[in-house]
């Protein structure tokens, strides 16, 4: 919904990317997360051994979440909403959260975007975490955070209205982005 605002004001085009994370039974930190495209990413809070000895124990647990993710993803999308890659090439491209919490979903987007050439990378959200502002300078060209919180809880907690409309809805609100941009009132001069 913060994106719809910027996207609105800024007269661009709105676009959805859509993560699912993978967790490992009994472990509370996510191991890795994927994209709609596939674009699987391991959280870099796991040296790469740590990687190694997950997959060579869990490798089929890992898969299985991995396909059942790719096609949560691909059902949520359906129809419409799925990032086309060709609409960012060369562009500045504006990455928004409503919150972010660590800088993984950070990473996810990086490695999203790696193969595509953009200008440059903004990224903007309300409210982060400490650790989530340092991914913020790590991974974007351009950082705008209204306020950093260094007990994060979750997102939801710091917003009053916390109801997030249905997959459908937030595809009409896409959809209609243009729709709703906003014209400033032109200055009459006197």
Not at 100 to 127: H, M, N, V, Y
Not at 140 to 168: F, K
Request: aromatic share 6%; proline share 5%.
């Amino acid at each position: 919904m913060v994106g719809a605002q910027i996207a609105m004001r800024l007269h661009t085009d709105l676009m959805m990317l859509l993560t699912g994370n993978i967790v490992l039974p009994g472990e509370n930190t996510t191991l890795a997360g994927i994209t709609s495209d596939n674009t699987f990413t391991y959280n870099p809070k796991f040296s790469s051994g740590e990687i190694d000895e997950m997959r060579s124990e869990y490798l089929s647990i890992i898969e299985a979440q991995r396909l059942e993710k790719l096609h949560n993803l691909h059902v949520m999308l359906s129809d419409g909403g799925e990032i086309k890659r060709d609409m960012l090439r060369h562009r500045v491209v504006i990455l928004v959260s409503d919150g972010l919490s660590s800088g993984f979903s950070l990473d996810i987007a990086a490695e999203f975007l790696k193969p595509i050439k953009i200008q440059r990378l903004i990224i903007a959200t309300p409210i982060a975490s400490v650790p989530a502002i340092d991914r913020m300078h790590l991974v974007g060209d351009e950082v705008h955070c209204l306020s950093t919180i260094e007990n994060y809880m979750d997102t939801n907690h710091y917003y009053t209205e916390n109801s997030i409309p249905s997959m459908p809805n937030i595809l009409k609100i896409m959809r209609n982005t243009p729709v709703n941009w906003q014209v400033d009132e032109p200055v009459l001069a006197s």
